[in-house]
């Protein structure tokens, strides 16, 4: 496994299915990381304002949720000294272009579409948790931004 020991991930979906199928994937990726997880976006920044620091090492963030949407949440987390280099991974079933772009412009590091199938959920988990996001603040052009598995 290549993925480092010891990753902090922050999940924010208001789906329960959704949680428990993520939980399940990131378990067979990595048995070295600690999922911490929010049923919306109040739940997130309130986890985020009780446990950082130290950061997660990367946070998935759903679009639509109840009470602060993942908009909201991305814009907060990016005008938060303390927050604003946490990597965000916009990961939602939404895969319009304007959302995406969206999502881009308000500094979002990557953009991954639900996938549909299990093998692919862990997959998608897999190449988030391979990313090095200490090399030079990383961000990808916009062209390669949005990841459909």
Known sequence: MSAKANKSIFLADDDADDCMLFEDALREVSNSTELFTANDGVELINLMETTVPPPPDVIFLDLNMPRKNGFECLEQ?????????????????????????????????FFIRKPGSFPKLKQAIKQVLDIDWNKHNWKLVPENFHYQY
């Open 77 to 109: 987390i990016r005008k938060t000294k303390a927050w604003e280099s946490i990597p965000v991974v916009i990961f939602s079933t939404t895969g319009q272009e304007e959302m995406v772009r969206r999502v881009y412009q308000g500094g979002a590091n």
